[in-house]
C-alpha cells in the first residue's frame, strides 16, 4: 500500500470535469511528478488532497488513514504541507512572521488537549513559547540562506526569493510529505538551478515530495515517478524514461499528427 | 469648564474600548463587520434592567452584559462568519439594527423609546459614586481601557493574534498553515462583543439612564472611523483614534460655541477629516507596529543568561 494515494478520486465544476476517477500514489521518500497542459486538472487534484476542495467522488488516503474531503487545516495538522501556484504570502506580514505562522500549530506549551483551549492558556507563557517558534522558524530560514531577509516584507523581494519563503514556511509545519505547485514558474535559469537542489536537499531530510512543473527538464531531472494528466484524466505514469517514449504523453503536448 | 474635560475623558475612554474591540475584528482579523453598537447596546440594556429590577452588584452586571453580548456574538459569528468583505458588513448591519429594534420595541423589559432612567449609581463598599463624580468614572473607566489595551497587546503578539493577522492576509494559506479559521474568526469575534459588552455596562452605570436611540447605525460607524482614522491593526492607534473623533464632533461644545454653531457641523468637520485622511495617510494616523522578535527574545531569555 502507497504511502499516500487517492482511489478514483473525482471532481466537477459545473458540467466541466476537473479531475475525473484519477489514482494517483505517492511512495514514501521520493519525488513524484504531476505534469499535464494547461487546464489538466493538476492543481485541482492537489487542492483534492490537500483538502482545498472537495472531492465528489472517490477517496484520499494517507498513511493508510482516510482523509477524504477534511479540512485543509487538519489535512496540515496530520503533515501534509502545500505551496501555491501563485503565491500566497502574507503580505504585510515580516518574512520570519510568514515562517512562524507556519509553525502555528507545533507549539511546545502544552496545558490541554484541546487546541484552542491551550492557545489561550499559553498566552500565560507566550514568552517561551515565542522563543521556541522564532528559532525553530529561523532553522529553516537558514536551511534556505535567507537569513538577510528576515524583517523583510515579501512584496519587496525578489519574486525568486518570494518562492523559497513558501516552500520555508510550508516547512516550518514539519511535514511529512510537501506539495509544490509550480515551484520553478517565473524563476531564471540560475535560480532554477538552485532550487533543484534546494528540492534535492529537502528530499534529504526525509520528506516526500510532490510537484506539478512545467520546466520539463527540471522535472525530468528531479522526479523519480511521473504522473501525467489530460483534461482531468490520468492519461501515464512511470519513470522520467517511459514517460518520454509514451505516445500519449507525446500526443496531449504536441497534438496528433496527421495521417 | 473642568467638569467637560472630565466628561470628554469619560466618553474617550468609552469609545476607546469599543474601538480597540472593533480594531480586533477589522485591524488584526479583516473582517469588516460594523455591529459594535449592537453589542454596545446589549451591553448597556443588561446592565440597566439588571440594576434596575434587582438592585444587585455592579460588577456582577459587568460580568453579565459581558456574557450576553459575548453569546450574541457567536450567534450573528457562527453563521455570518463564512461571509466575507462588503457581505459580511451588510449581514452584521442587519443584526445592529435588529438589536436596536428589538430594544424600542420589547417595552415589557426594555420600556421601549422611553429607556430606562434611575439605574442605581456604583457603590463601592459604602461609597456611592453618582454621575457627578466624574473624575472617579473617568479613572473608573480608563483602568479598564489600560486592562484592554494591555491584553489586546498581549494577545497579538502570541500565536493567536499571529494566527488572527495570517486570516487577514490570506485565509487559504492560513488554512494550509494548519490554523483553524473559522474557529479563530469566531473567537475574534465574540471577543470584540464581549469587550464591547463591558464598554456598554460601563456607560450604563456612568449615565444612569439609558435611551435606545443612540445605539443606531452612525454609532457603529463612527466606531469602524475611530479605527480606521487610527490606524488598522495597532492598538494605541485606535485609542488615538477614539479621542480624535470624540473631540472632535464634541469641541464647539466645550468650547461653548453650541449656541452658535449647530450640532450638525461636527459632522461636517468629521467628515472632512476623513475625506483629508484618506487622501494624505490612508493608513492611519500611526502605522501597523511590527513586532520585534529578536528585541523579545534577547530581552527576555538571553539577557540573563549572558549577563549575569
Sequence with gaps: MSFLYTDRIRKEFGGVIAVSDVDFNVEKNTITGLIGPNGAGKTTLFNLITGLENADEGFVFFKGKDITNLKAYQITRLGISRTFQNLRLFKEMTVIENLMVGRHFKSSCQFSKNRFLNSVLCLFNIDKEEKDIYESSMKWLSFFGLENYKHELPKNMPYGKQKLVEIARALCAEPEVLFLDEPAAGLNPTETMELLSIIQKIKELGITIVLIEHDMKFVMNLCEKIFVLNYGRLIASGTPEEIQNNPLVIEAYLGKEHE | ?308
Design chain 2, 1 to 308: 469648564m473642568s467638569n467637560f474635560v472630565f466628561l470628554l475623558i469619560i466618553y474617550i475612554g468609552i469609545y476607546s474600548i469599543l474601538a480597540l474591540s472593533q480594531n480586533l475584528i477589522t485591524g488584526f482579523t479583516g473582517l469588516l463587520s460594523i455591529c459594535q453598537a449592537g453589542f454596545f447596546a446589549i451591553g448597556v440594556y443588561t446592565t440597566a434592567i439588571y440594576l434596575v429590577n434587582t438592585n444587585g452588584s455592579f460588577f456582577l452586571a459587568l460580568l453579565l452584559s459581558a456574557i450576553f453580548s459575548l453569546m450574541a456574538g457567536l450567534l450573528i459569528g457562527l453563521p455570518s462568519l463564512k461571509l466575507r468583505g462588503d457581505y459580511l458588513a451588510i449581514a452584521t448591519l442587519g443584526f445592529g439594527e435588529i438589536v436596536k429594534n428589538v430594544i424600542i420595541n420589547w417595552d415589557k423589559l426594555t420600556r421601549g423609546p422611553l429607556g430606562i432612567n434611575n439605574i442605581p449609581p456604583l457603590k463601592i463598599a459604602s461609597f456611592v459614586f453618582t454621575n457627578s463624580n466624574k473624575l472617579f468614572y473617568a479613572i473608573f473607566i480608563w483602568i479598564f481601557v489600560l486592562i484592554f489595551y494591555l491584553f489586546l497587546e498581549r494577545l497579538i503578539k502570541s500565536r493567536f493574534g499571529r494566527a488572527l493577522e495570517a486570516i487577514r492576509e490570506d485565509e487559504i494559506a492560513a488554512s494550509s498553515m494548519g490554523i483553524n479559521t473559522t474557529l479563530y474568526k469566531v473567537s475574534a469575534f465574540s471577543l470584540s462583543a464581549f469587550i464591547a459588552g463591558i464598554a456598554g455596562s460601563l456607560w450604563a452605570i456612568y449615565h444612569q439612564s439609558v435611551s435606545p436611540q443612540s445605539f443606531d447605525f452612525l454609532m457603529s460607524v463612527m466606531i469602524l472611523c475611530m479605527v480606521v482614522l487610527g490606524g488598522m491593526g495597532n492598538n494605541f492607534s485606535s485609542i488615538i483614534g477614539a479621542a480624535l473623533i470624540v473631540t472632535t464632533s464634541e469641541l464647539p461644545r466645550l468650547l461653548g460655541f453650541s449656541s452658535i454653531i449647530p450640532p450638525q457641523t461636527n459632522q461636517i468637520i468629521f467628515g472632512l477629516l476623513l475625506i483629508l485622511m484618506m487622501i494624505y495617510r490612508p493608513e492611519g494616523i500611526l502605522k501597523r507596529k511590527r513586532i520585534n522578535f529578536e528585541y523579545l527574545i534577547e530581552k527576555k531569555f538571553e539577557k540573563p543568561e549572558g549577563g549575569i
